[in-house]
């Protein structure tokens, strides 16, 4: 007994120092949210992995788990403790598994589903909340895509007004900007969403990427700072270099600096020294508000150059194959939409060929019908007949019958006048004048009443015509209701059938549920180029990378290239704006909204500016940056 309470106590012990070994954090997606067990041995790349391995996720470079600091945020770093960071002590701790660093061109960097779905869902709620402002007339059209990847092809018949009254779809800012009711918004909506019909839930969402990512704001990090005039400025920091802004105007930068003319950045305490990539230009500098952020701002610079610098490159023999395999999908995807596509066609046939069908039908009821009624009127005219013929030969009996009789009393006066005859000569000759007259009017009833008699039997005749006459009538209205009665038959002689199409099972998704282990990342520094180098003494990182000088407008030229192709995507939008422009209230557009108002009526764009800013020197710029 007291060796099991012995065994009992000891297994307590262990369970509690096991217990003390680990410590719970949840994982917020954008999506859903995840909690895990962790050692607290474990650093930032083993909490990270394994919560890519449970999304499924193998494009991790982008993604970053983020957590609150006091009035700030920070990225967990990857080689350090969990433990060790600031992370918050509260159990469970909770990190917010986000996007970090943004593509230039969605279509072209982002690979698996996955991926794709979590950005759409990220730059979804960035719009909704306002942190990147969009206008009204690109948020109706965004919304339209983003009705479609949740509700899939526009259908009447489900999609009835009202259905997206419980939707969240426009930024407040665009409710309040104009004089529509949300059924309006609603209306114009859906007619946007119903131009979208064949498209799939990730051509969708990818629809929707593309057109933010030409925003003004997308993926763009804002952080105040001052120059050595002590003027209040913002850096912003995104994939194609730093940006400055005025604190008020977040949509124009004053002057740029591609990732390709920056050779080093580096910080102490609070002020950043920029290195231009050519030695005659000077060093930049400016000074942010806290420690904390200086180094935040140095791990958003060097994880997009780092982007900046591979995308520039052949892709490495992971991205090729995740590439292949997401070739291979798509390509199956597309033989599956176009298998659906023609079952959708067959049933849509079948079911036009049913309506037929059922019109035949019905048009043969009614011609059935028709003819009904028309032997009913027949029939009862062929008995209105046959009853005025059998009076007729009643009658004509009963006028046979009279003349017999009055024969038959002309035969009995004959009698009487021979009788009378026997009397006397005289009276013989009178009686025989009489007679004679007697035999006359006999003879002409006698030819009367055959005469008669033969109109009786005409009459009696017609009638039993009449009759056979209705008879055949009836004949003929007992096989029309026959007829009515029974299915008619089809061309190969077997009966139609009228049945309602029978629903197609839903397709499954036959995808594998692939949740193999990314490979595993090479650090940071075999990232980088030789060329590069990273200083932890002075927290320095040089972009010295020789290749970047033939590359410098390289990015400018692919997004020139874009404007040309979406050239039908600014007259859909051009659309809409002179479609709702004439309700807009101009005494509530916020300072955002007049500043983008104006850079479309001056044409100027995301990436004209950008290319505008960059074609001047980089001395100039850095002249500009310090004297503003």
């Known amino acids: 007994m007291a060796s099991a309470i012995a065994a009992k106590l000891m297994a307590l012990s262990t369970l509690r120092r096991k217990q003390a070994r680990n410590f719970t954090v949840r994982i917020c997606t954008m999506e859903s ?9 474990w650093k930032g790349k083993d909490l990270f992995d394994l919560v890519c391995r449970t999304l499924g996720l193998r494009e991790t470079w982008f993604f970053g788990l983020q957590y609150e600091i006091k009035d700030t945020v920070a990225w967990l770093k990857m080689d350090k403790k969990v433990l060790d ?38 730059v979804k709620n960035k719009i909704l909340e306002e942190e990147i402002h969009c206008p009204p007339e690109a948020s109706v059209l965004l919304a339209s895509y983003a009705v479609h990847a949740k509700y899939g092809d526009y259908d009447a018949k489900l999609h009835k007004p009202g259905f997206l009254s419980q939707e969240e779809l426009l930024p407040k800012r665009v409710f309040n900007l104009y004089q ?108 942010s508000s806290r420690l904390r952020v200086n180094k935040l701002i140095l791990q958003l610079c060097i994880g997009n150059h780092d982007l900046f610098v591979r995308r520039r490159r052949v892709d490495c023999l992971e991205v090729q194959q995740m590439k292949a395999q997401a070739k291979e999908e798509r390509a199956r995807k597309q033989l599956e939409r176009q ?97 004679l007259e007697a035999e006359m009017l006999a003879l002409k009833m006698a030819e009367e009443s055959e005469r008669r008699a033969k109109e009786a039997e005409q009459l009696k005749q017609d009638l039993q015509e009449a009759r056979e006459s209705e008879r ?56 980088m180029p030789q060329d590069l180098s990273f200083s932890r003494e002075n927290l320095s990182f040089d ?42 209230l101009k005494e509530r557009e916020t300072p955002l909204d007049i500043l983008h108002n104006q850079n479309t009526e001056q044409g100027t764009s995301k990436h004209s500016n950008f290319k505008k800013l960059t074609l001047q020197s980089t001395k100039s710029r850095v002249a500009f940056f310090e004297e503003l």
Not at 33 to 41: I, N, P, Q, T
Not at 388 to 399: C, D, R, S, V, Y
Not at 478 to 483: P, V
Not at 486 to 512: C, E, I, N, T, Y
């Open 339 to 435: 298998r659906l596509e023609r079952e959708k066609q067959r049933e849509k046939h079948l079911r036009e060929e049913a309506e037929r069908a059922r019109d035949d039908l019905e048009r043969r009821l009614r011609q059935l019908k028709e003819e009904a009624d028309m032997a009913n009127e027949a029939l009862m005219r062929s008995e209105q007949t046959a009853d005025l013929l059998a009076e007729k030969a009643q009658i004509a009996e009963e006028e046979a019958q009279l003349l017999a009789q009055k024969a038959a009393e002309a035969g009995l006066e004959t009698q009487r006048i021979k009788v009378r005859a026997l009397r006397g000569q005289e009276e013989r000759r009178a009686m025989e004048q009489k007679m």
């Open 180 to 287: 529509m009711t949300a059924e309006m918004w609603e209306e114009r909506i859906t007619a946007c969403y119903a131009e979208h019909r064949g498209r799939t839930r990730d051509e969708a969402e990818m629809e929707y990427l593309k057109i933010a990512q030409d925003l003004d704001m997308y993926g763009v990090n804002y952080f105040f700072i001052r120059n050595k005039k002590g003027t209040d400025l913002l850096l912003g920091v995104d994939a194609l270099g730093l940006h400055i802004y005025e604190p008020d105007n977040r949509l124009t930068p004053k002057c740029s600096f591609p990732w390709n003319e920056i050779r080093n950045i580096s910080y102490s305490e609070k002020e950043f020294a920029i290195k231009p990539l050519y030695k005659k230009t000077n060093v930049f500098k400016f000074n």
């Open 85 to 122: 960071q600031e992370v918050p002590k509260e159990e469970p701790i909770i990190l917010h598994f986000l996007a970090k660093f943004y593509p230039e061109d969605a279509e072209e960097e982002l690979v698996q589903d996955a991926t794709q779905h979590l950005f759409f869902l990220q």
């Open 33 to 41: 949210d995840l909690e895990f067990s962790c050692e607290v041995k």
């Open 543 to 584: 972009f010295k990378d020789t290749d970047m000088k033939r590359l410098s407008m390289e990015i400018e030229k692919e997004k020139v290239e874009y404007m040309e192709k979406s050239k039908h995507l600014q007259e859909q939008l051009n659309e809409l704006k002179t479609e709702i422009e004439s309700l807009k």
């Open 472 to 527: 055949r009538a009836k004949n003929k209205l007992l096989e029309i209701t026959s007829q009515a009665v029974g299915p008619p038959p089809v061309a190969d002689g077997r009966p139609a059938v009228l049945s309602a199409p029978q629903p197609q099972p839903p397709v499954a998704d036959v995808r594998p549920a692939v949740l193999s282990a990314p490979q595993p990342q090479p650090p940071l520094a075999d990232l």
